[in-house]
């Protein structure tokens, strides 16, 4: 997997599919999100849509 490195969706693609920035296989931590109205965590990172998130992204 590697992860988007602005907007750290985690994906197989060499370039992200939402925002088109370069991924990295450089990344840490996992986390997914069902509900990012509803979740605190998916409103401080600024996420907007469900999926496999990296926390941090090298």
């Known amino acids: ?4 490195r602005k907007c750290h969706i985690l994906t197989t693609r060499s370039t992200c599919p939402y925002c088109g920035e370069a991924t990295s296989e450089h990344w840490q931590g996992y986390l997914i ?3 990012p ?4 965590i998916a409103k401080k990172m600024g ?4 999926g496999k998130y990296a926390l941090k992204v090298r």
């Open 1 to 4: 997997m590697k992860a988007c």
């Open 33 to 35: 999100v069902l509900d």
């Open 37 to 40: 109205n509803n979740s605190e």
């Open 47 to 50: 996420i907007k849509m469900p």
